[in-house]
Protein backbone atom coordinates (compact mmCIF):
# COMPACT_ATOMS: atom_id res chain seq x y z
CA UNK A 1 0.00 0.00 0.00
CA UNK A 2 1.30 3.26 -0.73
CA UNK A 3 0.28 6.70 -1.92
CA UNK A 4 1.08 7.51 -5.68
CA UNK A 5 -0.24 11.30 -5.27
CA UNK A 6 -1.19 13.84 -2.85
CA UNK A 7 -2.20 17.15 -3.38
CA UNK A 8 -2.56 19.78 -0.40
CA UNK A 9 -4.86 23.03 -1.62
CA UNK A 10 -4.68 25.67 1.08
CA UNK A 11 -3.92 22.95 4.08
CA UNK A 12 -1.37 24.92 7.22
CA UNK A 13 1.39 26.49 4.80
CA UNK A 14 0.40 25.04 1.81
CA UNK A 15 -1.10 26.91 -0.78
CA UNK A 16 -0.96 24.19 -3.88
CA UNK A 17 1.45 21.78 -4.04
CA UNK A 18 1.02 18.16 -5.16
CA UNK A 19 3.43 15.58 -4.79
CA UNK A 20 4.37 12.23 -6.69
CA UNK A 21 5.98 9.18 -5.06
CA UNK A 22 6.33 5.86 -5.19
CA UNK A 23 6.60 3.19 -2.56
CA UNK A 24 9.61 2.83 -0.56
CA UNK A 25 11.55 5.13 2.54
CA UNK A 26 10.47 8.74 1.57
CA UNK A 27 13.12 11.45 2.92
CA UNK A 28 11.89 14.63 3.75
CA UNK A 29 14.09 17.21 5.00
CA UNK A 30 14.71 20.94 5.08
CA UNK A 31 14.63 23.83 8.31
CA UNK A 32 12.68 24.14 11.43
CA UNK A 33 9.31 24.96 10.29
CA UNK A 34 9.38 25.08 6.60
CA UNK A 35 6.41 22.55 6.49
CA UNK A 36 7.37 18.87 6.34
CA UNK A 37 5.77 17.68 9.45
CA UNK A 38 2.29 19.38 7.52
CA UNK A 39 2.99 17.09 4.64
CA UNK A 40 2.74 14.03 6.68
CA UNK A 41 0.02 15.85 8.75
CA UNK A 42 -1.86 15.38 5.75
CA UNK A 43 -1.60 11.91 5.15
CA UNK A 44 -2.74 10.92 8.29
CA UNK A 45 -5.91 12.75 7.74
CA UNK A 46 -6.43 9.98 5.11
CA UNK A 47 -7.68 7.59 8.20
CA UNK A 48 -10.20 8.92 10.67
CA UNK A 49 -10.07 10.96 13.22
CA UNK A 50 -8.16 14.36 13.59
CA UNK A 51 -4.97 13.53 12.28
CA UNK A 52 -1.50 13.21 14.45
CA UNK A 53 -1.51 16.74 15.81
CA UNK A 54 -5.21 15.91 16.82
CA UNK A 55 -5.69 19.79 15.15
CA UNK A 56 -9.35 21.17 14.82
CA UNK A 57 -10.71 21.75 11.02
CA UNK A 58 -10.33 25.38 11.05
CA UNK A 59 -6.39 25.23 12.43
CA UNK A 60 -5.36 22.88 10.08
CA UNK A 61 -6.80 25.97 7.04
CA UNK A 62 -3.68 28.00 5.68
CA UNK A 63 -3.24 31.63 7.42
CA UNK A 64 -4.39 34.55 6.65
CA UNK A 65 -6.75 33.00 3.88
CA UNK A 66 -8.97 30.87 6.21
CA UNK A 67 -11.14 29.22 3.39
CA UNK A 68 -11.01 26.19 4.04
CA UNK A 69 -8.92 23.42 2.80
CA UNK A 70 -8.31 20.27 0.34
CA UNK A 71 -6.57 17.16 0.11
CA UNK A 72 -6.48 14.93 -2.29
CA UNK A 73 -4.71 11.27 -2.58
CA UNK A 74 -4.19 8.30 -5.07
CA UNK A 75 -3.61 5.29 -2.96
CA UNK A 76 -2.46 1.92 -4.61
CA UNK A 77 -2.98 -1.25 -2.90
CA UNK A 78 -1.82 -4.32 -4.78
CA UNK A 79 -3.57 -3.89 -8.03
CA UNK A 80 -6.26 -1.56 -7.15
CA UNK A 81 -6.33 2.27 -6.87
CA UNK A 82 -8.42 4.65 -4.97
CA UNK A 83 -9.23 8.83 -4.93
CA UNK A 84 -9.53 10.07 -1.21
CA UNK A 85 -10.86 13.38 -1.17
CA UNK A 86 -11.26 15.26 2.16
CA UNK A 87 -12.14 18.82 2.64
CA UNK A 88 -13.23 21.19 5.45
CA UNK A 89 -14.58 25.22 4.43
CA UNK A 90 -15.55 27.44 7.19
CA UNK A 91 -19.52 27.26 5.96
CA UNK A 92 -19.24 23.25 6.28
CA UNK A 93 -18.37 20.24 8.55
CA UNK A 94 -15.31 18.21 7.28
CA UNK A 95 -16.27 15.89 3.75
CA UNK A 96 -15.25 12.99 2.67
CA UNK A 97 -15.31 11.59 -0.76
CA UNK A 98 -14.21 8.06 -2.05
CA UNK A 99 -13.88 7.67 -5.52
CA UNK A 100 -15.76 10.41 -6.06
CA UNK A 101 -18.50 9.66 -3.33
CA UNK A 102 -19.36 10.36 -0.47
CA UNK A 103 -18.00 8.83 2.81
CA UNK A 104 -18.40 8.40 6.22
CA UNK A 105 -15.03 9.00 8.19
CA UNK A 106 -14.49 5.84 10.01
CA UNK A 107 -15.18 4.69 6.12
CA UNK A 108 -11.22 5.40 5.43
CA UNK A 109 -10.26 2.77 8.18
CA UNK A 110 -10.31 -0.04 5.77
CA UNK A 111 -9.52 1.54 2.90
CA UNK A 112 -6.60 3.26 4.27
CA UNK A 113 -3.89 1.72 6.83
CA UNK A 114 -1.25 3.60 8.36
CA UNK A 115 1.03 4.10 11.48
CA UNK A 116 2.48 7.00 12.55
CA UNK A 117 5.25 8.14 15.40
CA UNK A 118 6.04 11.42 16.45
CA UNK A 119 8.41 13.47 18.97
CA UNK A 120 5.41 13.92 21.51
CA UNK A 121 5.58 10.27 21.87
CA UNK A 122 9.06 10.04 23.60
CA UNK A 123 6.99 10.33 27.18
CA UNK A 124 4.50 8.03 26.72
CA UNK A 125 5.68 5.88 28.93
CA UNK A 126 5.69 8.11 31.66
CA UNK A 127 2.70 10.74 31.21
CA UNK A 128 -1.26 9.69 31.76
CA UNK A 129 -2.96 6.45 30.50
CA UNK A 130 -5.43 8.83 28.14
CA UNK A 131 -2.19 8.94 25.89
CA UNK A 132 -1.03 5.83 25.81
CA UNK A 133 -4.80 4.39 25.30
CA UNK A 134 -4.93 6.76 22.14
CA UNK A 135 -1.65 5.61 20.62
CA UNK A 136 -3.13 1.62 20.95
CA UNK A 137 -6.30 2.66 19.92
CA UNK A 138 -4.40 3.58 16.78
CA UNK A 139 -2.31 0.57 16.39
CA UNK A 140 -5.87 -1.17 17.12
CA UNK A 141 -7.68 0.24 14.22
CA UNK A 142 -4.81 -0.50 11.77
CA UNK A 143 -5.60 -4.22 12.26
CA UNK A 144 -9.52 -3.42 12.86
CA UNK A 145 -11.15 -0.88 10.98
CA UNK A 146 -14.30 -0.96 12.97
CA UNK A 147 -12.56 -0.23 15.87
CA UNK A 148 -13.19 3.81 15.14
CA UNK A 149 -17.38 2.65 14.71
CA UNK A 150 -16.64 0.66 18.05
CA UNK A 151 -15.25 3.86 20.10
CA UNK A 152 -17.67 6.53 18.21
CA UNK A 153 -20.39 4.64 19.58
CA UNK A 154 -18.95 3.71 22.97
CA UNK A 155 -18.11 7.30 23.38
CA UNK A 156 -20.87 8.60 22.44
CA UNK A 157 -23.22 6.50 24.97
CA UNK A 158 -21.11 7.44 28.23
CA UNK A 159 -21.24 11.05 27.62
CA UNK A 160 -24.63 10.86 28.00
CA UNK A 161 -24.63 8.36 30.84
CA UNK A 162 -22.14 10.99 32.51
CA UNK A 163 -24.72 13.59 31.62
CA UNK A 164 -27.38 11.62 33.58
CA UNK A 165 -25.01 11.02 36.70
CA UNK A 166 -23.98 14.76 36.83
CA UNK A 167 -27.78 15.67 37.42
CA UNK A 168 -28.40 12.52 40.33
CA UNK A 169 -30.70 10.71 37.72
CA UNK A 170 -31.99 8.03 39.45
CA UNK A 171 -34.54 6.49 36.85
CA UNK A 172 -32.97 3.10 35.31
CA UNK A 173 -35.36 3.51 32.39
CA UNK A 174 -32.79 6.56 31.74
CA UNK A 175 -29.74 4.25 31.95
CA UNK A 176 -30.92 0.66 30.19
CA UNK A 177 -29.89 1.98 26.58
CA UNK A 178 -27.41 3.38 27.16
CA UNK A 179 -25.60 0.95 29.44
CA UNK A 180 -26.40 -1.91 26.85
CA UNK A 181 -24.99 0.10 23.85
CA UNK A 182 -21.52 0.76 26.87
CA UNK A 183 -21.32 -2.97 27.19
CA UNK A 184 -21.42 -3.60 23.56
CA UNK A 185 -18.83 -1.92 22.15
CA UNK A 186 -16.77 -1.49 25.33
CA UNK A 187 -16.10 -4.94 25.02
CA UNK A 188 -15.52 -5.05 21.27
CA UNK A 189 -12.99 -2.22 22.11
CA UNK A 190 -11.43 -4.39 24.90
CA UNK A 191 -11.10 -7.32 22.91
CA UNK A 192 -9.58 -5.21 19.70
CA UNK A 193 -7.29 -4.38 22.25
CA UNK A 194 -5.91 -7.31 23.51
CA UNK A 195 -6.13 -9.05 19.90
CA UNK A 196 -3.83 -6.09 18.79
CA UNK A 197 -0.99 -6.71 21.33
CA UNK A 198 -1.10 -10.26 20.91
CA UNK A 199 -0.55 -9.87 17.55
CA UNK A 200 2.54 -6.96 18.01
CA UNK A 201 3.82 -8.88 20.24
CA UNK A 202 4.13 -12.16 18.09
CA UNK A 203 5.61 -10.47 15.47
CA UNK A 204 8.57 -8.92 17.89
CA UNK A 205 9.12 -12.26 19.11
CA UNK A 206 9.41 -13.87 15.44
CA UNK A 207 11.86 -10.71 14.13
CA UNK A 208 15.68 -9.84 14.07
CA UNK A 209 16.08 -6.74 14.76
CA UNK A 210 18.78 -4.00 16.87
CA UNK A 211 15.24 -2.22 18.92
CA UNK A 212 14.23 -3.73 22.12
CA UNK A 213 11.36 -5.97 22.51
CA UNK A 214 8.76 -4.32 24.65
CA UNK A 215 5.85 -6.76 26.27
CA UNK A 216 2.80 -5.59 26.00
CA UNK A 217 -0.17 -5.55 28.04
CA UNK A 218 -3.42 -3.81 28.80
CA UNK A 219 -4.44 -3.32 32.57
CA UNK A 220 -7.30 -1.90 34.38
CA UNK A 221 -5.25 -0.87 37.76
CA UNK A 222 -7.98 -1.50 40.16
CA UNK A 223 -10.81 -1.35 37.87
CA UNK A 224 -12.34 -4.97 37.04
CA UNK A 225 -13.47 -5.24 33.33
CA UNK A 226 -16.30 -7.59 32.25
CA UNK A 227 -15.82 -10.06 29.57
CA UNK A 228 -19.39 -10.74 29.07
CA UNK A 229 -22.39 -8.41 27.89
CA UNK A 230 -24.67 -9.53 30.59
CA UNK A 231 -22.18 -8.67 33.94
CA UNK A 232 -21.17 -5.33 32.03
CA UNK A 233 -24.43 -4.49 32.30
CA UNK A 234 -24.89 -5.74 35.60
CA UNK A 235 -21.72 -3.74 36.71
CA UNK A 236 -22.37 -0.54 35.44
CA UNK A 237 -25.75 -0.75 37.19
CA UNK A 238 -24.64 -1.70 40.17
CA UNK A 239 -21.46 0.97 40.30
CA UNK A 240 -24.35 3.70 39.55
CA UNK A 241 -24.20 5.27 43.35
CA UNK A 242 -20.57 5.58 43.19
CA UNK A 243 -20.76 7.00 39.76
CA UNK A 244 -23.54 9.27 40.90
CA UNK A 245 -20.92 11.01 43.26
CA UNK A 246 -17.64 11.00 41.08
CA UNK A 247 -19.66 12.41 38.46
CA UNK A 248 -18.49 10.28 35.75
CA UNK A 249 -18.35 6.41 34.93
CA UNK A 250 -15.53 4.72 36.50
CA UNK A 251 -15.69 1.34 34.85
CA UNK A 252 -15.23 0.46 31.26
CA UNK A 253 -12.44 0.51 28.91
CA UNK A 254 -11.61 4.16 28.72
CA UNK A 255 -9.76 2.98 32.46
CA UNK A 256 -7.55 0.58 30.75
CA UNK A 257 -3.81 1.12 30.51
CA UNK A 258 -1.49 -0.13 28.29
CA UNK A 259 1.81 -1.39 30.20
CA UNK A 260 5.11 -2.46 28.70
CA UNK A 261 8.18 -4.48 29.57
CA UNK A 262 11.54 -4.12 28.16
CA UNK A 263 12.10 -7.73 27.60
CA UNK A 264 15.84 -8.23 27.99
CA UNK A 265 16.36 -6.19 31.05
CA UNK A 266 12.89 -6.94 32.78
CA UNK A 267 12.10 -3.60 33.40
CA UNK A 268 9.51 -1.33 33.12
CA UNK A 269 9.15 0.92 30.09
CA UNK A 270 8.40 3.77 32.41
CA UNK A 271 11.78 2.70 34.47
CA UNK A 272 14.01 2.59 31.16
CA UNK A 273 16.21 5.82 29.89
CA UNK A 274 14.52 7.81 27.41
CA UNK A 275 17.05 6.45 24.42
CA UNK A 276 15.34 3.09 25.10
CA UNK A 277 11.63 4.19 25.71
CA UNK A 278 12.58 5.90 21.90
CA UNK A 279 13.82 2.71 20.67
CA UNK A 280 11.10 0.32 22.34
CA UNK A 281 8.60 2.40 20.64
CA UNK A 282 10.36 2.08 17.07
CA UNK A 283 10.47 -1.49 18.04
CA UNK A 284 6.20 -1.49 18.54
CA UNK A 285 5.86 0.52 15.23
CA UNK A 286 8.05 -1.58 12.99
CA UNK A 287 6.41 -4.87 14.42
CA UNK A 288 2.81 -3.33 13.54
CA UNK A 289 3.69 -3.27 9.83
CA UNK A 290 5.08 -6.92 9.94
CA UNK A 291 1.95 -7.50 11.38
CA UNK A 292 0.06 -5.81 9.25
CA UNK A 293 1.56 -6.97 6.14
CA UNK A 294 2.10 -11.14 7.22
CA UNK A 295 -2.05 -10.54 7.71
CA UNK A 296 -3.04 -8.00 4.53
CA UNK A 297 -0.37 -9.12 2.06
CA UNK A 298 1.09 -5.56 2.35
CA UNK A 299 2.55 -2.70 5.45
CA UNK A 300 0.69 0.10 6.07
CA UNK A 301 1.85 3.76 5.81
CA UNK A 302 4.22 5.06 8.17
CA UNK A 303 4.50 8.54 9.44
CA UNK A 304 7.74 8.61 11.25
CA UNK A 305 8.41 12.53 12.21
CA UNK A 306 12.23 13.45 13.64
CA UNK A 307 12.84 9.75 13.93
CA UNK A 308 16.38 9.80 12.86
CA UNK A 309 17.64 12.86 14.94
CA UNK A 310 18.44 10.82 18.14
CA UNK A 311 19.16 8.02 16.31
CA UNK A 312 23.01 6.66 16.46
CA UNK A 313 24.35 5.51 13.29
CA UNK A 314 23.87 1.95 13.99
CA UNK A 315 20.15 1.92 14.83
CA UNK A 316 19.48 4.64 12.06
CA UNK A 317 21.21 2.09 9.61
CA UNK A 318 19.11 -0.82 10.92
CA UNK A 319 15.86 1.05 11.20
CA UNK A 320 15.97 2.31 7.30
CA UNK A 321 17.42 -1.71 6.69
CA UNK A 322 13.65 -2.66 8.21
CA UNK A 323 11.74 0.39 6.52
CA UNK A 324 13.21 -1.42 3.00
CA UNK A 325 12.74 -5.12 4.18
CA UNK A 326 9.11 -4.03 4.75
CA UNK A 327 8.83 -2.90 1.47
CA UNK A 328 6.90 -0.41 3.07
CA UNK A 329 6.38 3.66 1.72
CA UNK A 330 7.51 5.48 5.00
CA UNK A 331 8.00 9.06 4.90
CA UNK A 332 10.12 10.44 7.24
CA UNK A 333 11.14 14.09 7.96
CA UNK A 334 14.50 15.61 9.37
CA UNK A 335 16.13 19.18 9.40
CA UNK A 336 19.58 17.46 7.49
CA UNK A 337 19.26 15.17 4.76
CA UNK A 338 22.55 13.37 5.73
CA UNK A 339 20.57 11.98 7.95
CA UNK A 340 19.27 10.07 5.25
CA UNK A 341 22.00 9.34 3.51
CA UNK A 342 22.07 5.69 4.50
CA UNK A 343 19.00 5.25 2.43
CA UNK A 344 21.32 5.96 -0.94
CA UNK A 345 19.08 5.72 -4.14
CA UNK A 346 16.20 3.42 -2.73
CA UNK A 347 14.82 6.44 -1.40
CA UNK A 348 12.60 9.46 -2.78
CA UNK A 349 14.30 12.83 -1.20
CA UNK A 350 12.26 15.91 -0.91
CA UNK A 351 13.32 19.50 -0.09
CA UNK A 352 11.24 21.61 1.77
CA UNK A 353 11.27 25.25 1.55
CA UNK A 354 9.79 28.29 3.35
CA UNK A 355 9.00 30.53 0.69
CA UNK A 356 8.04 33.75 3.08
CA UNK A 357 5.57 31.63 5.32
CA UNK A 358 4.06 29.38 1.92
CA UNK A 359 6.09 25.99 1.83
CA UNK A 360 6.69 24.31 -1.38
CA UNK A 361 8.29 21.00 -1.88
CA UNK A 362 10.83 19.78 -4.68
CA UNK A 363 12.35 15.94 -5.77
CA UNK A 364 16.11 16.58 -5.38
CA UNK A 365 18.46 13.48 -7.06
CA UNK A 366 19.92 10.98 -4.84
CA UNK A 367 24.14 11.31 -4.95
CA UNK A 368 26.61 11.54 -2.50
CA UNK A 369 27.54 14.61 -3.35
CA UNK A 370 23.96 16.49 -3.15
CA UNK A 371 23.05 14.64 0.17
CA UNK A 372 26.87 15.95 1.94
CA UNK A 373 26.67 19.42 0.31
Known amino acids: ?13 YKH ?3 QARNGPIALFGSNGAGKTNIIEAISLLSPGRGLRRAST ?13 LNAEVISDVNSNLIETSWTNTSSRTVKINDKLAKQNDLAELFRVVWLLPSMDRLWI ?28 DKAMRERNRLLREKITDNGWYKALERQMAQNGLLIQLNRIATLKKICIAQDNSITMFPIAEL ?8 MPTDEDEFISLLSEN ?4 IMAGRTLIGPHR ?10 GISAKDSSTGEQKAMLISI ?26 LDIDRRAALYEEIKALDAQAWMTGTDKKLFSELGREAQFFNVIDNSGVSDIEEVDFSIDNINS
Open 1 to 13: MHIHRLTLSHFRS
Open 17 to 19: TQV
Open 58 to 70: AELSKNPDNIGWK
Open 127 to 154: EGADGRRKFLDRLTLSFFPKHADSVLNY
Open 217 to 224: SLSQKDNY
Open 240 to 243: RHLD
Open 256 to 265: SDMEAIYKEK
Open 285 to 310: ILANARALKLELGHPPVMLLDEISAH
